[in-house]
């Protein structure tokens, strides 16, 4: 009887045992098989999935370099002209273009010769410079992108006495004469207030075209303008001489010490930009100011950031005129409300005085106007960068300081160029009038580096004289 009793206990706890065991075993076996979940928080799936996703993103960034490669090495070369071969069914990632009735851009050395057929308007006439091109190469942006490389046409600033002026040099120029449109509108005005030339420029934005600019507003502004010194640059040109000099001065830091004042002040006409202080830096950069060169934006910044320095007011003085880069209606509400001598009534600076910055008794021809078709051009042609090949194009177009050199240069007979980026410019500050050294800052919206090789392309042509120091 003991002895089953003893039997019985053995037997249990060996049962008891063995459960023991196999309960180890299997939270063990869950271990391993969960590690993965344990140790990253995640579920197996999800952490597959965010995976998957970082890839997505890093092919998409990878396809957009990729594209930017191809897009400059077709047209760094332009092909020769070849048939379309129509991809097969199964390559989903390769599309046939098709032809376009208006022009796209790329950055080329050589455009095609043969000329489309001339578009027509009711309004100004249009001329479209070159064909399009067409590719099969695998997303490219740009490819279903309207850059618009057709302009209207005005020849104000076509016909001059002057011998050997800027225009005629782009023609010994092998790397810019494909790129200069000589017939291309610099300065809008009344004759451009037509609804069919609204109805073109209004699918460009910003400084390119009319889009998120009312019909109203732009009508009531242009009609404002209504004389021939609207539209040509130098309408107070009086001189007996034939050739237009002009400087245009940047702010660069380059000038700080040059003592180009006064070579700056002999020209005909000098152009001047945004924070243009002279006051204090006349041995520098001058005094006069035939033209100051703007956007809305760009002022209001110059005035608050600058005004320390004492650039209180924009210059103003009895020569001076305003050329104005348009980016959106509150350029043209600016006018508008200058030439009615009244207060802007809507938008961003409703209830603005004009008269604080540009003075009173203001007549039509103190303001100048560029043209859309004009900065679509400059960004198409002579300032085409990668970044149009992207999301993000939108936000790019020449600088404001690029935009009135190569206004100056498409209206002037001789340019000269002082305060431009040079490939020295870290030796300098940002500003001729900075305080301390201040490093030059890039940023997307404009490509300075483009812009520097391009003043230097001009310089070697004779196009401009370009100041530069050691």
Not at 224 to 237: C, I
Not at 284 to 308: C, K, P, Q
Not at 412 to 423: E, K, L, R
Not at 427 to 434: G, V
Request: glycine share 6%.
């Amino acid at each position: 009887m003991l002895f089953a009793r003893l039997s019985c206990q053995v037997r249990s706890r060996t049962f008891r045992q063995v459960l023991l065991l196999l309960c180890v075993v299997s939270l063990v076996g869950l271990l391993v098989t969960h590690k993965n979940r344990i140790i990253s928080g995640v579920y197996p799936n999800q952490s597959e999935e965010r995976s998957n996703e970082e890839l997505k993103n890093h092919g998409n960034k990878e396809d957009i370099n990729d594209d930017n490669r191809k897009t400059e090495k077709l047209f760094t070369k332009p092909p020769k002209p070849a048939d379309i071969t129509v991809p097969s069914k199964k390559d989903a990632n390769v599309t046939k273009s098709k032809p376009q009735t208006t022009m796209r851009l790329h950055p080329p050395n050589k455009w095609p010769t043969n000329p489309s057929k001339p578009l027509t308007t009711k309004g100004p006439s249009l001329v479209t410079t070159r064909p399009s091109l067409q590719t099969t190469t695998r997303k490219i942006i740009s490819s279903t992108y309207n850059l618009g490389d057709t302009y209207a046409t005005d020849d104000m600033h076509v016909k001059s006495k002057c011998p050997n002026r800027t225009r005629e040099k782009f023609q010994n120029a092998e790397n810019l004469k494909d790129k200069f449109v000589e017939t291309v509108p610099v300065l809008q005005w009344k004759k451009h207030a037509q609804e069919s030339e609204y109805e073109r420029l209004q699918k460009f934005s910003g400084a390119q075209g009319w889009m998120g600019v009312t019909w109203q507003i732009l009508n009531e502004t242009l009609n404002l303008m209504n004389s021939t010194g609207n539209g040509y640059m130098f309408d107070t040109w009086n001189r007996t001489s034939p050739c237009i000099r002009c400087a245009v001065v940047g702010n660069g830091g380059i000038l700080n010490g040059s003592r180009m004042g006064k070579e700056i002040d002999s020209h005909d006409y000098v152009f001047r930009v945004n924070g243009a202080i002279t006051t204090g830096f006349e041995m520098d950069v001058g005094n006069r100011t035939s033209f100051y060169f703007f956007g809305t934006n760009t002022m209001m910044n110059s005035l608050a950031a600058y005004g320390h320095r004492g650039f209180k007011s924009i210059p103003r003085t009895v020569e001076t005129r305003f050329i104005l880069l348009p980016d959106h209606d509150r350029d043209y509400l600016l006018v508008r409300a200058a030439l009615t001598n009244s207060i802007v009534d809507r938008g961003r600076d409703k209830g603005k005085d004009p008269a604080r910055y540009f003075g009173k008794n203001l007549t039509t021809e103190h303001f100048k106007i560029l043209h859309p078709d004009f900065m679509r051009y400059l960004r198409n042609r002579f300032l085409w960068s990668p970044i149009l090949n992207t999301k993000s194009r939108s936000i790019y177009r020449p600088s404001t300081g690029a935009s009135i050199l190569l206004a100056a240069i498409h209206t002037c007979d001789q340019v000269s160029a002082y305060g431009f980026m040079t490939p020295n410019y870290k030796q300098f500050s940002d500003h001729y009038y900075d305080i301390i050294y201040h490093k030059v800052a890039f940023y997307s919206n404009h490509n300075f580096r483009l812009e520097m090789k391009l003043w230097q392309d001009l310089h070697k042509a004779g196009i401009i004289t370009l100041y530069m120091r050691d």
